[in-house]
């Protein structure tokens, strides 16, 4: 059997951190969750802690990536908008995480922060997917040829983080019911989300 090497438990510990950083951010809440409580909860100092990522800010960028793949992984196996908004739904069951991804946007406005690379992949990466499928549901004929798969996307995405920005605010905000409203005005197609 070979040996890992440093750089193999490295990157072990990196994971740990993550998936105990996600858990409890999910749990907890962004706001009541501190880098100490963090650093406990994988038996490191602070700093200890922190030495895998930089900085505090860069631990929370790497776990909103890390939140990206898990959620890919389980919700997004298909490139519809019925899986953005089962998404949607499931946010509901992890408000910290929303709350982390609402502080590190507003946060990403400043181009130093190392939140900005992150989100700018993040909206390109996502409006790219999400024009893509439009375009292929133009091609199978179930959206309309009129509508701007680019537009669209992004009008879809910017609706889909602004309604989990304002469903902090105020709970009863049904998010699933305006991302539908959204889809079929756009594309005069009701969802499918089951």
Same mark, same amino acid.
């Given at each position: 059997?070979?040996?890992?090497?440093?750089?193999?438990?490295?990157?072990?510990?990196?994971?740990?951190?993550?998936?105990?950083?996600?858990?409890?951010?999910?749990?907890?809440?962004?706001?009541?969750?501190?880098?100490?409580?963090?650093?406990?909860?994988?038996?490191?100092?602070?700093?200890?802690?922190?030495?895998?990522?930089?900085?505090?800010?860069?631990?929370?960028?790497?776990?909103?990536?890390?939140?990206?793949?898990?959620?890919?992984?389980?919700?997004?196996?298909?490139?519809?908008?019925?899986?953005?908004?089962?998404?949607?739904?499931?946010?509901?069951?992890?408000?910290?995480?929303?709350?982390?991804?609402?502080?590190?946007?507003?946060?990403?406005?400043?181009?130093?922060?190392?939140?900005?690379?992150?989100?700018?992949?993040?909206?390109?990466?996502?409006?790219? !997917? +999400?024009?893509? /499928?439009?375009? *292929? #549901? =133009?091609?199978?004929?179930?959206?309309?040829? &009129?509508? $701007?798969? %680019?537009?669209?996307?992004? !009008? +879809?995405?910017? /609706?889909?983080? *602004? #309604? =989990?920005?304002?469903?902090?605010?105020?709970? &009863?905000? $049904?998010? %699933?019911?305006?991302?539908?409203?959204?889809?079929?005005?756009?594309? *005069?197609?009701?969802?499918?989300?089951?």
């Amino acid at each position: 059997m070979a040996k890992r090497g440093p750089y193999g438990k490295g990157i072990e510990r990196r994971e740990q951190i993550l998936e105990a950083a996600l858990k409890t951010i999910a749990e907890r809440g962004f706001l009541a969750t501190s880098v100490a409580e963090l650093a406990e909860a994988v038996g490191l100092s602070q700093s200890g802690l922190l030495h895998y990522f930089g900085s505090k800010e860069e631990l929370f960028v790497a776990v909103l990536l890390k939140r990206d793949q898990v959620d890919a992984a389980a919700h997004l196996n298909e490139a519809t908008p019925e899986a953005l908004i089962r998404l949607i739904r499931h946010n509901t069951q992890v408000p910290g995480l929303i709350e982390l991804f609402t502080h590190m946007q507003a946060a990403a406005a400043d181009p130093h922060h190392p939140a900005h690379a992150y989100m700018r992949m993040h909206y390109e990466l996502g409006t790219a !997917a +999400f024009a893509e /499928l439009i375009r *292929g #549901l =133009q091609r199978a004929g179930e959206v309309p040829s &009129t509508v $701007d798969p %680019e537009v669209m996307a992004t !009008a +879809f995405m910017a /609706l889909s983080d *602004g #309604l =989990q920005s304002r469903w902090l605010i105020d709970p &009863t905000i $049904d998010m %699933e019911f305006y991302l539908r409203q959204c889809w079929n005005q756009f594309t *005069g197609v009701e969802p499918d989300v089951g």
